[in-house]
């Protein structure tokens, strides 16, 4: 079945403690993006990737890493997470093309920071 | 920027009834427009979408027309039912003139809650 897996779905941590959010899509799409989502917000982009080893910053990146050594995998990195970065974030993915195309999204990740 | 806007939620409806979710966007390119649709407790799936102007998207009786002279691209549907309650999100797609990519931007999501 095609589709877009994040790890772990729910998560609460304390301030500064680093965490890892995992994405991984088995479409072999080169495109793949972080955001979250946040009430009266709508989806903010963390960050994209257009490929292996290119990765390029969203609209709200303060305060994220990313990687992206593998086609498949995106996972997106808080060094060291504050309280403001408690949200629902959902990974992204779709294949290159010409014209805009479709996006896959994984089920989400609820994070809470105290 | 390009930005889009939707109308707040939420929208408590009776099955069978009406459903119109208006959706207005601006844009500096010739954008490509969507409706994402999130059930509870998922992530976003792809409902309709249209790619020029005058375009009509459809999907499981929902519809949106994509019109350039009043930017606009509101979505409808003639008779809602239970299982049509979600959180519904407009969104479009332009050419990011600096990298070559396409950005998506989103609207901030109306829910829909449908009544037996």
């Known amino acids: 079945e095609a589709q877009v897996t994040q790890n772990p779905r729910y998560l609460i941590t304390v301030t500064g403690k680093k965490l890892t959010v995992t994405c991984s899509q088995n479409?072999?799409?080169?495109?793949m993006s972080w955001y979250r989502q946040d009430p009266g917000l709508g989806l903010r982009q963390i960050y994209y990737s257009m490929n292996v080893e290119v990765t390029d910053k969203g609209d709200v990146p303060e305060g994220y890493k990313v990687s992206r050594k593998e086609k498949r995998n995106f996972p997106l990195i808080l060094e060291s997470p504050s309280p403001n970065q408690t949200s629902l974030y959902f990974c992204?993915?779709?294949?290159?093309?010409?014209?805009?195309?479709?996006?896959?999204f994984g089920p989400g990740t609820r994070l809470t920071v105290l | 920027g390009d930005s889009v806007t939707q109308m707040e939620g939420p929208v408590t409806l009776s099955e069978e009834a009406f459903l119109t979710i208006n959706c207005t966007y601006t844009a500096t390119g010739y954008p490509s427009l969507f409706w994402y649709v999130q059930y509870p407790g998922e992530g976003l799936q792809l409902l309709l979408k249209?790619?020029?102007?005058?375009d009509k998207g459809s999907n499981k009786g929902f519809e949106a027309t994509y019109r350039k002279e009043t930017t606009s691209f509101h979505l409808e549907k003639g008779s809602v039912q239970v299982s049509d309650s979600a959180v519904y999100f407009c969104?479009?797609?332009?050419?990011?003139?600096?990298?070559?990519?396409?950005?998506?931007?989103f609207g901030t999501g109306t829910r829909l809650k449908v009544l037996a």
């Open positions: 479409m072999n799409h080169e495109y």
């Open positions: 992204a993915s779709r294949p290159r093309g010409g014209a805009p195309n479709e996006q896959f």
């Open positions: 969104a479009l797609s332009d050419l990011r003139t600096t990298s070559g990519t396409y950005k998506y931007i």
């Open positions: 249209a790619t020029k102007a005058d």
